[in-house]
């Protein structure tokens, strides 16, 4: 019983030691490459996105608005967003290799009303292991294909010819 109760505090040290030290990393063409900490993203402005899971029940999710991560970095929004700056684009890596793509416009709130979230909680609760330390939450999409789990790095790329 002793060596199950230490090997569950080793395992919940490693857990709470790798939560610790994970740096989600934000670069590509940007003016600010950024390597967020989840401490340094608690301390970021909050905001709410809803998801219904393969049930259909609706989950909540808390995190950092996309938005805001990329502003902290340069990326181009608002009036800037325009000519060559239409063709850029967020590629969000996770760490099982899974990829997903937005257009910077869509997730600009001068050109579209999309909610799309940086989570770190669900329903009041950190994300299981499996699926954190951090989820995309793109809110509203019919299917939730982009709503990735565990989250590395978004990297703003420019459609070229």
Known sequence: MKKIF?????LASGIAFAQSSYKLKVG???????E????????????????KDKEGNVHTYMGVAVSDILAKA????GKELHGENFSKYLLVKCTDG????FSLAELDA???????IIADTVDGK?????KGPLR?????????????????????????D
């Open 6 to 10: 230490l090997l569950t505090l080793f």
């Open 28 to 34: 590509g063409e940007v003016q600010q490459p950024l």
């Open 36 to 51: 967020l900490s989840l401490s340094d993203l608690s301390k970021m402005p909050r905001k709410e996105a809803s998801l």
């Open 74 to 77: 340069g990326v181009p929004s």
């Open 98 to 101: 899974y990829r997903v793509l």
């Open 110 to 116: 001068s050109v579209a009303d999309k909610n799309v």
């Open 126 to 130: 950190p994300l299981l292991e499996k």
């Open 136 to 160: 995309i939450i793109a809110e509203g999409e019919k299917k939730p294909a982009r709503s990735s789990y565990q989250v590395e790095s978004l990297i703003i790329g420019h459609v070229k």
